[in-house]
């Protein structure tokens, strides 16, 4: 039988080592975690911070696509942009849930997104100056968004990993989406194949920087992992999609903006595998701090949304209390 934690007066788990090891023994039997289930306060807390970016990058990702959605050239493309922008809303909805099964509420969510504590994807704050961004977002953004996420539908934490099932099935349309509109770019007339190479010029390293730090220096990897919230580490993951992309970007016949970029055969244990140049670090932490090129604009279009929309969570919760209000009343009759 699973040892309960020792419950302390305050409703937490004390976190006895015979807890801990407890605790860890579910995990490596790759038992789920259950929102009811005692667990480490650090395992929590993880979850939250993870969830909640995760979360937030999907809200905010739906700006920089947000922005072409009254230009896209043809009804068919505006549909398909605008089915794509709709489910990163959807996203990140079944992402906030999973995150307050956690404790935490969407509102304390949003003010920490807001007030700059929490974190969402650096990848977000790169302009979109032309349409062929649309199709490199869906390509390389959702393509690594994929990578990562596929992963994170065996996660340890059940809520977790049931809303990945159904973010990944949508991701693949979004990839799928991106790569096509750059098959037309690339077969249509020479600015249009420009404008392609143009754009993974400006996208590919950010999308490399999506995975995160190196191992080395990625400060949740080990515990994550240890956990299994994180089934691959950071340049694990990178590495599979450079190597998944490579060709794909070949087969439109675009160049991949890294002159270190060689196929190595005795890689990946002898399957071979792209070696590549090094991130600019320098310009990931810019970001990632804040100083991207959009960084402040996002977080103006998120305070925005968020106070715009006050009246109707305002309603919203008067509308549930009154009904609850009459429930309890008629219970009571
Ligand atoms: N952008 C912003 N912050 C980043 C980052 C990035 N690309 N990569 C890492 N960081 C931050 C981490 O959040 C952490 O900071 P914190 O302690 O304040 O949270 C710090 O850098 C150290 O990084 P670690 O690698 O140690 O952190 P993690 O173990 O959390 O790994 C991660 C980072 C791989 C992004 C991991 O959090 C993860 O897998 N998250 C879930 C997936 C996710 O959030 N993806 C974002 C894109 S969502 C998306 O693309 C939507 C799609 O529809 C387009």
Redesign the pocket.
């Known amino acids: 039988m699973y040892s309960q934690g020792l419950i302390g007066a305050d409703g937490t788990t004390e976190e006895t080592e015979e807890f801990l090891a407890a605790f860890q023994a579910r995990i490596d039997r790759e038992e789920k975690i259950e929102p009811n289930d005692p667990m480490p306060e650090g395992y929590r807390k ?1 979850l939250i ?3 909640g ?2 979360a937030h ?2 809200i905010v ?1 739906m700006l920089p696509e947000g922005n072409w959605i009254t230009r896209a050239p043809s009804l068919r493309r505006k549909a398909a942009l605008l089915a794509k922008v709709q ?2 809303g959807g ?1 990140g909805l079944y992402l906030y849930s999973a995150a307050e099964t956690l404790g935490v509420s969407r509102e304390q969510m949003t003010e920490e997104l807001l007030s700059g504590k ?6 977000f704050n790169y302009p979109t100056p032309t349409w062929a961004d649309m199709g490199t ?1 869906g390509w390389l ?2 393509g ?2 994929i990578m ?2 596929i992963p ?1 539908c065996r996660c340890s934490y059940g809520p977790y990993a049931r809303a990945m099932i159904r ?1 990944c099935k949508e ?1 693949s349309f ?1 990839q799928r989406q991106g790569y096509e509109l750059l098959i037309s770019l690339c077969n249509g007339t020479k600015e249009q194949k420009d404008m392609a190479q143009d754009s993974i010029n400006r996208w590919w390293w950010p999308s490399l ?5 190196h191992d080395a ?5 080990e515990q ?1 992992m240890k956990w299994k919230i ?1 089934r691959f580490s ?1 340049d694990e ?1 990178r590495q599979k999609f450079i190597d998944a992309t490579v060709p794909q970007a070949e087969y439109l016949g675009l160049t991949v903006p890294d002159p270190d970029l060689k196929w190595n055969p005795e890689k990946n244990n002898g399957k071979g595998g792209y070696d590549h140049g090094e991130i600019n670090w320098v310009e ?1 932490w810019q ?2 701090k804040g100083h991207g090129q959009m960084n402040r604009d996002r977080i103006k279009a998120r305070k925005k949304a968020w106070n715009d929309g006050e009246w109707v969570r305002d309603a919203a919760l008067a509308h549930a209390e009154k009904r609850a209000a009459r429930q309890t009343a008629q219970a009571a009759e």
């Open positions: 993880t911070r993870q969830i970016q995760h990058s999907e990702g489910d990163e996203h929490a974190k969402y994807s650096s990848i977002i953004v959702d690594a968004a990562n996420q994170l973010v991701e979004h920087m999506m995975f995160g730090p220096d990625s400060s949740h990897s994550s994180k950071n993951l990931f970001v990632v």
